[in-house]
């Protein structure tokens, strides 16, 4: 059973530059949540997908966008990176039929905005 | 707002000590506690899950426990090992059933051989 798998795990972009970072969740989960961990930081939440459409949105700009496929898998996108998007970008997954099921993480993507 | 905070930042102990970690929460009204752990540039796993109705949860050689009244949680780690060492996050999830969850900063553990 494969568990959150995210791609790449590694991107190095200039400041400018769009990126696209992608997530399928664990076998059975519906929903998917971003989180950006900058060094020496917890995680903050960006946004969660469900059915298709973003559900809850934390505290991060218009720049952050994401999109969830019919499959469950889902995108994070940030235009126009800035040097301080460098960060940690886990991809959690859950399913939405108990409220008090774990959050599995995958282990991230590590982005560099030179 | 709910705020997490963990105390301390960075503990360091040698190999066989038991040891807590905290974790306070601001807002009492939580659906759930969740301890992580995070090895150095790697994603996070989860160690405990306590539900808001519960009062511990034990897991090998952790046990964590949760007072909500209180806005407390820690995590109790026995017989530490120098595979122990990592950070370990508390992050709480608001009532409602949104998953979003809130984090602390982290506590970052050394174990000494």
């Known amino acids: 059973d494969a568990g959150v798998t995210q791609s790449p795990t590694h991107l190095i972009k200039t400041r400018g530059q769009q990126v696209t970072l992608r997530c399928s969740p664990k076998?059975?989960?519906?929903?998917v949540s971003w989180y950006q961990q900058a060094l020496g930081q917890g995680p903050q939440f960006i946004f969660q997908?469900?059915?298709?459409?973003?559900?809850q949105r934390g505290n991060f700009p218009d720049r952050f966008s994401g999109h969830q496929y019919p499959n469950y898998s889902s995108e994070l996108n940030v235009n126009a990176l800035l040097l301080g998007d460098s960060a940690l970008y886990l991809c959690?997954?859950?399913?939405?039929?108990?409220?008090?099921?774990?959050?599995?993480f995958g282990s991230g993507t590590q982005l560099s905005v030179l | 707002k709910q705020e997490v905070t963990q105390i301390p930042a960075a503990l360091s102990v040698p190999e066989g000590e038991n040891l807590v970690l905290n974790c306070s929460f601001t807002?009492?009204?939580?659906?759930?506690l969740q301890w992580f752990r995070q090895d150095p540039g790697k994603g996070l796993t989860s160690l405990l899950l306590?539900?808001?109705?519960?009062r511990e949860q034990t897991s090998g050689r952790l046990n964590a426990s949760l007072d909500k009244s209180s806005g407390r949680s820690t995590l109790y780690i026995a017989a530490s090992q120098p595979g122990d060492s990592a950070t370990y996050l508390c992050?709480?999830?608001?009532?409602?059933?949104?998953?979003?969850?809130?984090f602390g900063q982290g506590t970052t553990l050394q174990v000494k051989p």
């Open positions: 807002d009492s009204a939580i659906y759930n």
């Open positions: 959690a997954s859950s399913f939405s039929g108990t409220g008090n099921e774990k959050l599995f």
């Open positions: 306590i539900q808001s109705s519960q």
């Open positions: 076998s059975g989960h519906d929903t």
């Open positions: 992050a709480v999830r608001d009532s409602g059933n949104t998953g979003k969850l809130i």
């Open positions: 997908y469900y059915e298709e459409e973003e559900r």
